[in-house]
């Protein structure tokens, strides 16, 4: 799967598997949908068969491929939904003289070979400020229900794609860490990119503010729970067009004043591997190879690998705490706060919002 994704995006192949039955291809297909890759999978076995490098024999057989481009279908059919909206967002926006940043997403699609063929799950949006006033003018004009039960955004639903919007960039409930990480943040926003959506003028963060935000991102959900290929990609292709624009030394000062460095150095090796960058695009990256390769078993087979309860408060509780116990290497590898303030302040942050408890 990773030499499918390395063709994908670089077009060079290092090498293929020599088994090719049913259930190998099967299998491929199976793990790309779960690590949010399908598409991009799909778009290098097609380069490799018209390479002649997958022969006839060799290539996926008439179900698998029927499947395999079923699913690729969806991913490219979810993306137009997402934009049809992210287009509404910002008349309705636009209108009511509110300035609309994506984050996430669509701004990064925009970096990938074909920005259709990135899985996405949902619209995250900050709004300089509005983010209540935007969500008062949605319930009056659409009539749509807005779930406020989130510490750091507000959450719906428009044509069958939920919108996160955000009044913060992190959550600054759930880690003491993330407070000047936010200030931060929102300084590097008063100076963003425009790009353009359906005749509408919409935001990006800049390279500074998206590079600080995307590393954050990806180590919350990585200690949280985990990460998937798709956000190694996310970072190797946004460093591979922004790279140029990005201060590295502040960015590197930042992570290393929040114990994220090694993290910093792993996303960017990885990177670099799956994605086919040259590292020195990435200055000062230091390898790690034993931790480089945890990372990626833990992404690919996660450590923690329980199934989550599906009812019942006390287990779901219990669930959580296990997970959260299980993934105490990687709180302390992006991290500076200890186990149990974090697990105090998580505490407070649940009892706060009492539904985030079995969400």
């Known amino acids: ?50 390479d002649g490098v997958i022969t006839a024999e060799k290539a996926p057989e008439k179900g698998v491929k029927l499947q395999w481009a079923l699913s690729v279908e969806r991913t490219e059919g979810q993306y137009r939904r997402q934009r049809k909206v992210i287009e509404q967002l910002a008349e309705i926006y636009g209108e009511a003289g509110i300035n609309m940043m994506i984050l996430k997403g669509y701004g990064l699609s925009l970096y990938y070979p074909v920005p259709e063929h990135r899985s996405c799950c949902d619209i995250d949006i ?15 004009k659409l009539g749509i229900t807005i779930d406020e039960e989130k510490h750091h955004h507000t ?5 069958g ?19 000047d990480i936010e200030r931060r943040l929102r300084a590097e926003a008063e100076r963003p ?42 970072w190797g292709l946004f460093v591979k067009h922004n790279h140029q624009s990005i201060d590295w030394p502040w960015l590197r000062e930042v992570a290393h004043q929040h114990n ?10 990885l990177a670099a591997d799956i994605c086919g960058l040259d590292i020195s695009l990435m200055p000062g990256t230091i390898r790690r190879p034993e931790l480089e390769r945890r990372i990626l078993n833990d992404i690919l087979t996660p450590e923690f690998s329980e199934e989550r309860p599906e009812r019942g408060i006390l287990r779901i509780v219990w669930y959580k705490y296990r997970r959260w116990w299980a993934n105490r290497w990687k709180h302390r590898l992006v991290y500076r706060e200890g186990l149990t303030s974090t697990f105090l302040m998580q505490v407070r942050s649940h009892l706060l919002k009492p539904k985030s408890i079995t969400r």
């Open 161 to 179: 794609v939920m919108v996160e919007n955000h009044y913060d960039f992190l959550n600054i409930h759930a880690h003491i860490s993330n407070r």
């Open 155 to 159: 959450v719906f639903h428009i044509g």
């Open 260 to 269: 994220m460095e090694r993290f910093l150095d792993a996303m960017n090796a």
């Open 126 to 140: 900050w709004l300089f400020g509005e983010q209540q006033r935007a969500d008062d003018i949605l319930r009056a």
């Open 1 to 50: 799967m990773l030499t499918l994704i390395r063709t994908s995006l670089d077009h060079t192949a290092n090498g293929c598997g020599t088994t090719f039955s049913t259930q190998y291809w099967t299998d491929i297909y199976r793990l790309a949908a779960r690590q949010g890759v399908v598409a991009i999978a799909w778009d290098g076995v097609q380069r490799l068969i018209n």
């Open 193 to 234: 990119e425009t790009i353009e959506v359906g005749g509408r003028t919409i935001y990006r963060p800049n390279a500074n503010c998206h590079a600080l935000f995307l590393l954050r991102h990806a180590a919350a959900h990585f200690a949280a729970v985990e990460i998937v290929l798709r956000h190694i990609i996310d």
